[in-house]
């Protein structure tokens, strides 16, 4: 069988190519790690055959989730089995998203799917949808051929992504490795013997390859994953010797029998030309780890096509009756060391406005490769079904900008971004620019913004009746109707009816008083009840707001 054959079919043009960021390694970086093939077999999973189809692209993916599950997680061990079937076939047709927020999106191939080819940029904004990972049972290699897809039980939820600039900071994704098992690359590869030879190395024969040449007829069209290296692997074992000492272990997707040869492990020079400057990192989570998850991105391709610092996604809560959001994710894959500060803004009054809400809780931080996070927030956000809230991200870096989906159409290949209103924003000039409306004939999509959220069974009443009085020229005092079963009560104040609302108070009482006011100026203020429940605070939907000022000098 030739094995070129089950070589990528192309490199598309379309990858994201990202800028390095310096990340300063770990000083214990080991000069050689898991540099003996017993020591993979031992921990890993044997190597899997992609056949005849050109799916090396989801064998590499598939196998940073299988071994990060290993490694990182340790949620499983060498026996785990998941289809690769299953993530190129969900990769390459329309996405698909319990709530409906991906409507219109997704990626649509003009030759059969299996030998179109792909890359790990693309395939990962599958898995970032909760879709993609299932067992190989479920979705059999051997059934390439009828397999049409099915709503399986995911394995894991991919939650976190790495993008390290290989050559400027080998020393951080070796570290990267020894935590997550694995490094997805793509570089070029030819089976005409031009670059590969056999050489001895510990006591026995291995396969290498180094590729000293670049240009258009080297682009890389293979994916795989590194899973060891050796500074210290001869530069002799190479047949065109490169300059220094060093080498990659690569695992391959050819073969089914985990030996040192091209098809299964085989050594690639640290130095090879053809080596894609983006090492791959995924970080996955146990597929229990939220019951939901609010998204628009459903889109394969994805970009910065904005440089805009503050954008934001607003979503309504759908599912259960009440729920908790623990943790939001954005995608950075074009931005490095990027200061955040990420604000959730519950039950919005003005759509159209992700702000107008009850500014609920803040977290900071900051990036240091390019790629995705899944931020958990301090204290999770009590929501209400039906109810809106906005995801703010605000950026503190010149010209960096969230991510967005792009419809393209680039043959064999067609992406699609489908967008409505009111979901996707853009802060811009002092005004919110809904991208549905404001850019709606550039092929661009959705914010790569989302939500996470568990269910409760935690239901806390709606305060019914609030009046405001003035008690000064600079005090107001708020009273309500209590609600069953809360422990407190929560007052919120905006400067206008469909602004900002900031928490002012928690009083157990019905009543307070507001002191320290503008003479003459006029507040808008709301009561909610809430409980707490194991250390979680749960709240009901706000009253309705009301004005006040106090009283005329």
């Known amino acids: 069988m030739n094995k070129n054959h089950r070589i990528l079919a192309a490199s598309l043009a379309f990858a994201v190519m990202v800028p390095a960021v310096p990340v300063q390694a770990a000083q214990n970086t080991p000069s050689a790690y898991m540099n003996n093939l017993s020591q993979v077999a031992e921990k890993y999973p044997s190597t899997r055959n992609q056949g005849d189809y050109a799916t090396c692209w989801a064998f590499a993916a598939v196998s940073l989730a299988e071994m990060d599950l290993i490694a990182d997680n340790q949620s499983s061990d060498k026996n785990i ?8 076939y969900d990769t390459c047709h329309p996405s698909w998203d319990a709530f409906g927020g991906t409507v219109g999106d997704g990626l649509s191939t003009m030759t059969d799917y299996l030998d179109v080819g792909g890359n790990l940029n693309y395939c990962s904004r599958t898995l970032l949808q909760w879709r993609g990972l299932v067992s190989e049972e479920s979705a059999p290699y051997s059934l390439a051929d009828s397999y049409q897809g ?18 400027k900071n080998r020393n951080q994704v070796k570290q990267e490795i020894m935590e997550h098992g694995a490094a997805g ?5 030819s089976m005409g013997g031009e670059f590969d030879q056999r050489a001895a190395y510990q006591g026995r024969t291995v396969a290498t390859y180094y590729c000293d040449r670049s240009g258009y007829l080297y682009v890389p069209n293979h994916a795989a994953v590194i899973v060891g290296w050796d500074d210290d692997f001869p530069a002799d074992n190479f ?7 060093g080498a990659w272990l690569v695992r391959n997707s050819w073969s089914e029998t985990t030996a040192d040869d091209l098809y299964s492990y085989f050594w690639l020079s640290y130095e090879d030309k053809s080596l894609e400057s983006n090492a791959w990192i995924m970080d996955f989570e146990p597929a229990d780890n939220y019951d939901y998850i609010y998204q628009y991105d459903g889109c394969p391709i994805v970009g910065k096509l904005f440089n805009c610092p503050v954008s934001a996604n607003v979503y309504k809560v759908q599912g259960a009756d009440s729920q908790l959001l623990r943790a939001v994710s954005i995608t950075l894959n074009e931005d490095t060391s990027v200061p955040y500060t990420i604000k959730i803004y519950s039950n919005l009054s003005n759509l159209s406005n992700p702000r107008s809400g009850i500014l609920e809780t803040a977290v900071s931080g900051q990036t240091t490769c390019a790629g995705t996070y899944t931020i958990p927030l301090k204290q999770p956000v009590s929501l ?3 109810s809106r809230y906005g995801i703010v991200v605000e950026l503190g870096k010149k010209n960096a900008g969230v991510d967005m989906e792009l419809a393209i159409r680039q043959y064999p290949i067609k992406s699609t971004a489908g967008i409505k209103k009111k979901q ?3 802060y811009q000039n002092g005004v919110w620019k809904d991208v549905a409306v404001s850019y709606q004939n550039q092929k661009v999509g959705n914010l790569c913004i989302k939500g996470y959220t568990d269910q409760t069974n935690s239901g806390v009443g709606t305060v019914a009746k609030i009046k405001t009085a003035a008690v000064s020229t600079t005090s107001v005092k708020i009273a309500w109707t209590s609600s069953p079963g809360a422990w407190g009560y929560e007052l919120y104040r905006s400067d ?8 002012i108070a928690t009083v157990t009482g019905k009543s307070y008083k507001d002191t320290g006011l503008k003479k003459g100026k006029t507040y808008y203020y709301k ?3 809430c409980q707490k429940s194991n250390g979680v605070k749960f709240t009901g939907k706000p009253s309705a707001a009301v004005k006040a000022s106090g009283k005329r000098g």
């Open 185 to 189: 690359i793509g570089f070029y590869f």
């Open 150 to 167: 099915q709503g399986t039980s995911q394995a894991a939820h991919l939650q976190n992504i790495s993008i390290l600039d290989i050559h």
């Open 496 to 503: 206008s009816k469909n602004g900002t609302y900031r928490k």
């Open 424 to 426: 996707s924003f853009l």
């Open 81 to 88: 089995d998941l289809s690769e079937l299953a993530l190129a």
């Open 527 to 529: 009561v909610r009840a």
């Open 239 to 245: 047949k065109n010797k490169p300059k220094e000492n």
């Open 384 to 386: 209400d079904k039906g």
